[in-house]
């Protein structure tokens, strides 16, 4: 069984968690699609570990962890944390393996995505000004440079010349020269080399061995740069098409797809999001639930959970279950509400409409459910939960017409409730 984890809502849905308690039944872990953008959080042990681009599989020993050729690389972000990992008595070995098809981040890159930020002003995305963005425009202008392409050739030189040249064009305050980024591209290629590989090919290879794979979203449906809520989104597909062209894994070979969904939701940036509390109970949700980016540090906008997004990730992703996270952040609420439906121009719309501004003219439709007093926090079994939680969630099954499979609790692997019955529960055993 190979398996699909990714966000059903807009990113930071506490994947890293999932994922962590899911690697040790898997033997090879493999990421899709973003950057460095991504901030996965896990702890293990009470030691808390922050992943970008590695996936999180790494902390487990014996499993492969796959960059594939749809993630885009930024070098120095990469060797910083296999560094960093290092220093925590974690050594990547040969279990780290790099698409040579992945495209690459380059310096200049940043600064576009900052230049990028700042022209467009009021209409900003609210990126993470980390490259990425740019670096995946290079790739679909075809000007992009790949991990294949780190060899002392012609026609490398040219194109670092050539992409370069451009830079200095549209940055005129400062140059950068060519043959110094070549320079440095080289020596990043010397050290990437151990760990490149054809992933498509080394993914078949286990397939047909049958050792399991686990596949790693980064970001979420919302945030996806065609199913998504353009153009508040992220620069890639972080929903399931992303897996086969981000791996070069067909889609026979993806025997389930996991969502996840936190309790409620947050969004990081701009965009709109029918939902968001303003006032003093998304504060609350944004404090308790330490609602704050863990790439940027950024406040994340808080909000009750919104069914229709869920069901269209449910839709879009073909999601057999849902990974239901932080739980533990609502309790104490006297009430918590679901959106089932949304209204605007004086029609119900239970579909996510295609443009931003019909989005952001939305007004939620709101189910009101009671809250619960006995806290949830740490709760492992499902028939601990309070009745009220167990009802919340009965409801979020109904409204999103899946089952929620794992109930997290607690931001600790043991803080979890796993629920065997249910068609993703085996996927934990
Ligand atoms: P990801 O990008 O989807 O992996 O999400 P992040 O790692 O950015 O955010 C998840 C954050 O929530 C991390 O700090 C987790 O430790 C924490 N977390 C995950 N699940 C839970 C939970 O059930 N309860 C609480 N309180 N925190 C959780």
Known sequence: MNIAVLGAQWGDEGKGKIVDLLTPHFRLVARYQGGHNAGHTVYVEGRKFVLHLIPSGILHAGVRCLIGNGVVIDPEALFREIDELASLGIDVGDRLVISDKAHLILPYHRELDVLSEARRGERKIGTT???????????????????????????????????????????????????????????????????????????????????????EGAQGTMLDIDHGTY??????????????????????????????????????????????????????????????????????????????????AVRVNGINALALTKMDVLDGLPSVDICTGYRVDGRTLDALPADARTLAACTPIYETWPGWSTPTRGVTRFEDLPVEARRYIARLEEVTGVPMAVISTGSDRAETIIRRDTIAGRWFS
């Not at 425009?137 to 992009?144: A, H, P």
């Not at 451009?166 to 305050?173: L, M, T, V």
Request: charged residues 25%; positive net charge.
């Open 129 to 215: 000004s980390r490259g990425i963005g740019p670096a995946y425009e290079d790739k679909i202008g075809r000007r992009g440079i790949r991990v294949c392409d780190l060899v002392d050739t012609p026609e490398l030189a040219e194109a670092v010349r050539e992409n370069v040249h451009a830079r200095n064009q549209i940055i005129r305050d400062t140059r950068m020269e060519w043959q110094a980024v070549y320079d440095q591209l080289l020596a990043h290629g010397d050290r990437m080399r151990r760990w490149t590989a054809d992933v498509s090919l080394l993914l078949d290879e286990a397939v047909r061995r049958g050792d399991r794979v686990l596949i």
């Open 231 to 312: 153009p508040y989104v992220t620069s890639s597909n972080a929903s399931i098409g992303g897996a086969c062209t981000g791996l070069g894994l067909p889609p026979q070979a993806i025997h389930g797809v996991l969502g996840v969904a936190k309790a409620y939701l947050t969004r990081v940036g701009e965009g709109p999001l029918p939902t968001e509390l303003h006032g003093a109970i998304g504060e609350r949700l944004r404090e308790t639930g330490q609602e704050y980016g863990a790439s940027t540090g950024r406040p994340r906008r808080c909000g009750w959970f919104d069914a229709v997004a869920v069901r269209y």
